[in-house]
């Protein structure tokens, strides 16, 4: 005989049974190989173009730098494009000395006034003292242009240019001079 409290206890029962969970995948203890092994091939790759970069880097052969007097000489001759611009032009000129002298002497020219140069110039040996003095007279001439306003001549302007021509033809280093100019120097001694 099935009593009413059964037949509710039944009546939950059915409604109380489930579907069947769908299995549970298992994994092989391995799955993890193949991201490491993905991984580890970028990882190698990445070391392999680091030192090919490296390398690459290290066979870059870089020219010669270009010499303070040539490089010099050539921004002299680009200055006389200047020449109907006084004090531009003696700007230029002045400069070029100066950054030469810097560049070929250790000499921290273009930072120091002319008189704090030239009182560092008359303490060094490097120049004879004719080229002393003809770099103050240099240099005291584009001081009045730069700084007093006093408009030269161009043949003046030229003068500037040739003595500044001259201080680094004679100031260039021995092995760079071209044998015609050291039979001319001593012939001329």
């Not at 242009?145 to 003595?163: D, I, M, T």
Request: contains cysteine.
């Amino acid at each position: 005989m099935i009593t009413n409290a059964s037949a509710q206890s039944a009546a939950a029962a059915a409604d109380d049974i489930r579907d069947i969970r769908p299995p549970i995948e298992i994994t092989s203890g391995y799955a993890w190989v193949w991201p490491l092994l993905i991984l580890l091939a970028l990882a190698f790759a990445a070391f392999l173009m680091w030192r090919w970069l490296k390398h690459r880097k290290t066979n870059i052969v870089l020219p010669p730098p270009v010499p303070a007097h040539i490089r010099a000489k050539q921004k002299l001759t680009d200055a006389l494009t200047l020449i109907a611009q006084p004090k531009p032009f003696v700007i230029a000129v002045s400069d070029t000395a100066r950054i030469y002298l810097e560049e070929r002497f250790d000499f921290r020219a273009p930072e120091r006034t002319t008189e704090e140069f030239l009182h560092e110039l008359q303490g060094t040996d490097l120049l004879l003292s004719d080229q002393k003095e003809s770099v103050g007279n240099f240099l005291e001439s584009c001081d009045l242009v730069k700084f007093a306003k006093y408009e030269p001549g161009e043949n003046e302007l030229r003068e500037l240019h040739s003595s500044a021509l001259r201080l680094v033809e004679e100031t260039e280093p021995l092995e760079a001079q071209s044998p015609e100019s050291t039979v001319h120097s001593q012939t001329a001694a």
